[in-house]
């Protein structure tokens, strides 16, 4: 098992599946399927270095669940598991 430690003010994220069925009940194939917007946060780096050497705090943390943007960060797969790793600055929002 490979574990992903992000660097600085990067996260990784858990990316959460696609809705497999709209708001009007209609079931969607696979094909139609648009790509997952929404993540939970499995690791958090130290923070944005900044100009004295310390670290800024993170606004999110392990275990948030964010919406990002749709093209964000970089698709990763460890052991069968779609994963994304962007920087702190490419989430949207958090939920709550």
């Known amino acids: 098992m490979t574990t992903i430690k ?4 990067r996260v990784v994220i858990h990316v959460l599946d ?5 708001a009007g009940g209609i079931v969607l ?13 499995t690791a958090t780096g130290k ?3 900044l100009k004295n050497g310390k670290h ?3 606004s999110v943390k392990k275990g948030d669940e964010v ?3 749709r093209y964000a960060g970089t698709d990763v797969t460890v052991s069968d598991v779609e994963y994304k ?12």
């Open 6 to 9: 992000p660097l600085d003010d």
């Open 18 to 22: 696609a809705e497999e069925v709209t």
């Open 29 to 41: 194939p696979e094909s139609a399927k648009e790509k997952p917007q929404r993540g939970r946060i």
């Open 47 to 49: 923070g944005r270095t």
């Open 56 to 58: 800024a705090p993170m």
């Open 67 to 69: 919406i990002f943007g």
């Open 85 to 96: 790793i962007m920087r702190e600055n490419e989430i949207l929002a958090r939920c709550d």
